[in-house]
C-alpha cells in the first residue's frame, strides 16, 4: 500500500473512533447553549430601599386646614345625626376668639379643643337650644384639632334647628331668629346680641350689684337700686357719666306669645321710648312709660324698676326685634331696662304706660 493510501485508513479509524466515544458518552445528545449572565454593578441598591419615581400623571394631594376664626361645624339634619360627632383641624396665626355654640334639640353639645402640643384650650359641655356666646379665649399660633360631638334628640323641632360651635371674633352666627328674647336680662355681663348705636348706653351694661356696694361713686341716684330680676342692666346713666343719646337694638326673635313683659325706669320724656321692629327695621310698636307717675309715689323712684308690658297682638308669630331708644342729652332723664321675656300674661305696673302707637 502506497503511504497515502495507509493515511486515508488511519483517519477513517480516528474517525470511527470518536464517533463511537461520543455515543458511549452522550447517546449523540445535542450540546445546550446557555445565555451569558450578566452581573450588576457593584454599586446597585437593595430594591427594598430603592425610592420609586411616580408617574408624570400623579397628583399629590395636600389636605387643606381652614382658618379657625370664622370656622364653623354644624349638625344642620336633626334626624340623622342623633349621636354624631366630627372632627376638624384649623390654623390660626394668634389672638383672641369668641366661641359660639348650639346643641338644637339634642341633648348637649360637647367641644374639645387641643393644641398640636397636646394642650386642651377648650373642654365644654352645654344645653344651649339656640346660637348663644359660650366664652372668649386667647390661643397661640398653631394647629388645632377639633372634635365636636352631640348628644341624643330629646325634643321635637323648634325654631334653632341647628346644632353648631362657631369661633369668630365679633358676630353672632347669622341668620338665627330666635324663640325668645336673646341676652334679655343681659346676664352675660355684656351687650351681647345687641346691636348699639351711639355712645348713650355705653359699652357694657351696667352691673347694679356692684353700683349698690359703691356709694361714693354715684352709681345711683338717692337710693340703691331696686325691683330688678338680675344684676345687669341696659342704661343711659351709666353711674351719672353719660350724656349721649343712644339706641339698643335686640336680635331678631319670633313673638310667639301676646305679650312682652320686662323691667324699666323711665321719666315722662318724648326721648325716650320702648320701640317693636319688623325684621326690616320698621317700627310696629311704639311705647312710652313714666315710671315716677305711681300711686302713691314713691321717693326713690329714680332707682326703682317698675313692671312694663307691651302687648304684642298685632305682630304675633312674626320674626321682631326691641329697640330702646334714648335721644335725649338730659343727665336727669335717663332710661333703664331689661329682664325681657316673652309671657302669656301681662306685667305692667298700673299707671306707667303714658303712650303706644301701633303703626301699620
Known amino acids: 500500500m502506497s503511504s497515502k493510501t495507509t493515511g486515508v485508513i488511519v483517519y477513517i479509524v480516528l474517525l470511527l473512533f470518536v464517533i463511537i466515544a461520543w455515543f458511549l458518552a452522550t447517546h449523540f445528545a445535542l450540546p445546550t447553549f446557555k445565555s451569558p449572565v450578566t452581573t450588576p454593578p457593584s454599586n446597585t441598591q437593595n430594591t427594598s430601599n430603592t425610592v420609586k419615581t411616580p408617574p408624570k400623571n400623579t397628583i399629590t394631594v395636600i389636605p387643606y386646614i381652614y382658618s379657625c376664626n370664622n370656622l364653623m361645624l ?17 390654623n390660626w396665626t394668634g389672638g383672641n376668639l369668641g366661641l359660639w355654640v348650639a346643641s338644637s334639640n339634642f341633648s348637649f353639645e360637647h367641644i374639645n379643643l387641643i393644641g398640636a402640643n397636646g394642650k386642651t384650650y377648650i373642654n365644654q359641655t352645654t344645653t344651649y337650644t339656640c346660637p348663644t356666646f359660650y366664652s372668649n379665649f386667647t390661643l397661640p399660633a398653631g394647629t388645632y384639632n377639633i372634635i365636636f360631638k352631640v ?13 353648631l360651635m362657631k369661633f369668630n371674633q365679633t358676630l353672632i352666627p347669622s341668620q338665627q331668629i330666635y324663640s325668645f328674647v336673646y341676652n334679655g336680662n343681659f346676664s352675660t355681663g355684656t351687650y351681647t346680641g345687641w346691636q348699639l348705636t351711639g355712645k348713650g348706653f355705653g359699652s357694657a351694661p351696667l352691673n347694679i350689684t356692684a353700683a349698690n356696694k359703691n ?13 330688678y330680676n338680675g344684676s345687669y342692666v341696659g342704661t343711659t346713666f351709666n353711674c351719672g357719666t353719660s350724656v349721649a343719646p343712644g339706641n339698643l337694638t335686640s ?40 315710671t315716677y307717675n305711681t300711686t302713691p309715689q314713691i321717693s326713690n323712684a329714680s332707682s326703682t324698676f317698675m313692671n ?14 326691641i329697640r330702646v331708644v334714648a335721644d ?30 301701633n303703626i301699620t
Open 215 to 227: 356709694t361714693t361713686s354715684e352709681c345711683y341716684i338717692s337710693a340703691p337700686w331696686v325691683g
Open 308 to 321: 312694663a308690658t307691651i302687648p304684642l297682638l298685632t305682630v304675633q308669630g312674626k320674626p321682631v326685634r
Open 151 to 163: 348628644g341624643s334628640i330629646t325634643s321635637a323641632p323648634t325654631a334653632c334647628k341647628l346644632a
Open 328 to 357: 335725649t342729652l338730659t343727665r336727669e332723664r335717663f332710661i333703664a331696662v331689661g329682664d325681657f321675656a316673652l309671657s302669656d300674661k301681662p306685667e305692667e305696673t298700673p299707671g306707667i304706660l303714658i303712650g303706644t302707637y
Open 251 to 290: 336680635s331678631l326673635f319670633y313673638a310667639n306669645k301676646p305679650f312682652l313683659n320686662f323691667k324699666i325706669i323711665s321719666p315722662e320724656n318724648n326721648f325716650l321710648y320702648v320701640e317693636i321692629l319688623y325684621s326690616n327695621n320698621t317700627p310696629a310698636i311704639i311705647a312710652h312709660y313714666n
Open 74 to 90: 354644624d349638625f344642620p339634619d336633626i334626624l340623622n345625626n342623633s349621636g354624631a360627632s366630627v372632627n376638624e383641624q384649623c
